[in-house]
């Protein structure tokens, strides 16, 4: 069992899930040793905060280890990832990977003997989508019926949370100017349509009338943000898709009880305002906490009981 894309689960498996996590939440002591012996290799060929930290926490708390491996100073390369990957799954329980392309966790997984887990790629990022919905769940308290409004660019992101919410009950709309080139996945886009529950709408006023929540994230992958050769790029986005900002406006016009989600790490005054990040309507923190449930609850059924 590996988790490439949240496009391998259905809805009741997210859910199921998401359960777990709140399961875990409410009674952690209950589940501090279900991984007693068990061992997470985490390789990283992109720096992280959340992520490593998430994961590392959560194996702690299940009893269990948590090796982090810079893939700069390891062997792991696209030409020798079948004997490496192949060696590294003979050590351990479970592999996270954040790679650069996802066609890299792709070929890991293919090597592996144990699961492994893709903690963001440049198409799909299931782990924070995972938390998302139990984030969810847990502030407005329930998935079925709930509006979730996207502002601002298609990526790895709005994908995965996309389906999350969709294939949980909750209504996806996405609200920007245009689609990340990374993100066109006419595979995704089909499966979105058949669940009735994805729509597209521009008009950001129109978008977000009466959203439980509105969501935003980076405008610049966070590897090209300082990267002088993207600089023009990164130049035109903030200029095209500042109209699509995650801010007060956009809150009072969903209305009052609309909450404000952000995966972090957050630009401020680009895609969020300081109200919409740190104001009352700012549910991001425990969405940051959430990373570490839900991948615990990802843990114990993937690895729990082998």
Same mark, same amino acid.
């Given at each position: ?8 689960y259905?809805?009741?498996?997210? @859910?199921?899930?998401?359960d777990?996590?709140?399961?875990i ?22 720096k ?11 194996m702690?708390?299940?009893?269990? *280890?948590?090796m982090?491996?810079? #893939? #700069?100073?390891?062997?792991?390369d696209?030409d ?8 590294? %799954?003979?050590? =351990?329980?479970?592999?996270m ?5 996802h ?12 699961p ?19 984030t ?11 509006k ?5 660019i ?5 994908n995965?949370? %996309?389906?999350?919410c969709? $294939? ?15 993100a066109?996945?006419?595979?995704l886009?089909?499966?979105l ?6 729509? $597209?709408?521009?008009d950001?006023?129109?978008? =977000?009338?009466?959203? *439980?929540?509105?969501y ?9 943000? @300082? ?10 986005? $903030? ?8 801010n007060?406006?956009?809150? $009072?016009?969903?209305?009052? @009880?609309?909450l404000?989600?952000h995966?972090?790490?957050? *630009? ?6 300081e ?8 549910i991001?923190?425990?969405q940051g ?10 843990l114990?059924?993937?690895i729990?009981?082998?």
């Amino acid at each position: 069992m590996h988790l490439l894309t949240l496009k391998d689960y259905d809805g009741k498996w997210m @859910k199921g899930i998401v359960d777990k996590a709140i399961e875990i939440k409410r009674n952690p002591r209950d589940f501090s040793k279900i991984l007693e012996g068990k061992t997470l290799a985490m390789v990283f060929e992109k720096k992280s905060t959340r992520t490593r930290s998430s994961f590392e926490a959560g194996m702690t708390r299940l009893g269990g *280890h948590a090796m982090f491996l810079d #893939a #700069a100073t390891t062997h792991i390369d696209m030409d020798t990832i079948p004997e490496e990957v192949g060696c590294l %799954s003979r050590y =351990v329980d479970a592999i996270m990977v954040r790679p650069l392309k996802h066609a890299t966790v792709a070929a890991m997984a293919k090597a592996s003997k144990v699961p492994v887990i893709n903690g963001l790629s440049e198409t799909d990022h299931p782990c924070q989508a995972l938390a998302d919905i139990l984030t969810i769940r847990e502030k407005v308290g329930k998935l079925e019926g709930v509006k979730v409004v996207y502002l601002g660019i298609a990526n790895n992101v709005s994908n995965s949370l %996309s389906l999350a919410c969709t $294939e949980t009950g909750a209504e996806f709309v996405f609200c920007g100017p245009e689609k990340d080139p990374d993100a066109k996945d006419p595979g995704l886009m089909k499966r979105l349509a058949a669940t009735g529950r994805y729509s $597209e709408e521009p008009d950001v006023a129109k978008a =977000v009338k009466g959203a *439980h929540i509105l969501y935003t994230d980076t405008w610049t992958n966070m590897e090209f943000y @300082k990267d002088a050769k993207f600089a023009a790029e990164k130049a035109r986005r $903030e200029k095209v898709f500042m109209p699509y900002q995650l801010n007060r406006k956009a809150l $009072e016009l969903a209305g009052k @009880k609309a909450l404000a989600m952000h995966d972090l790490p957050a *630009h401020l005054g680009l895609e969020i305002d300081e109200y919409a990040l740190r104001g009352p309507n700012s549910i991001v923190l425990a969405q940051g906490e959430n990373r570490m449930w839900a991948q615990m609850a990802l843990l114990v059924s993937m690895i729990g009981e082998l």
